[in-house]
């Protein structure tokens, strides 16, 4: 089975940075997607960002000019830019992965364990 190991978030005062990592395990894999997901006590998990196979990206509009995906295609990694934190940015992050791997038929939903992020004075 494939492994999202996540790492990053933490505690940081509104206007700071974090950098989330999500890095998948195994080898050989075939990454079709992958995003970051966020759930705030009382709401619904939410899309924050994701990343399709061929680079195209989407952003929710709560985040857009203020977060950035990116990708490490050889370490098989995302990571999340996080800039001018909000306080309603608190959350917990979830790293989402559709990987199979190489030489295997069909595509499989993975989550990560989730980091928290909380945004406050």
């Known amino acids: 089975q494939v492994q999202l190991v996540e790492s990053g978030g933490g505690l940081v005062q509104p206007g700071g940075s974090l950098r989330l990592s999500c890095a998948a395990s195994?080898?050989?894999?075939?990454?079709?997607?992958m995003g970051w997901y966020r759930q705030a006590p009382g709401k619904q998990r939410e899309l924050v960002a994701n990343?399709?196979?061929?680079?195209?990206?989407t952003y929710a509009d709560s985040v857009k000019g203020r977060f950035t995906i990116s990708r490490d295609n050889a370490k098989n990694t995302v990571y999340l830019q996080m800039n001018s934190l909000k306080p309603e940015d608190t959350a917990v992050y979830y790293c989402n992965g559709v990987i199979r791997r190489v030489g295997v038929r069909g595509y499989d939903d993975y989550w990560g364990q989730g980091t928290q992020v909380t945004v406050s004075s």
């Open positions: 990343i399709m196979r061929g680079g195209s990206t």
């Open positions: 195994g080898s050989m894999l075939s990454i079709n997607a």
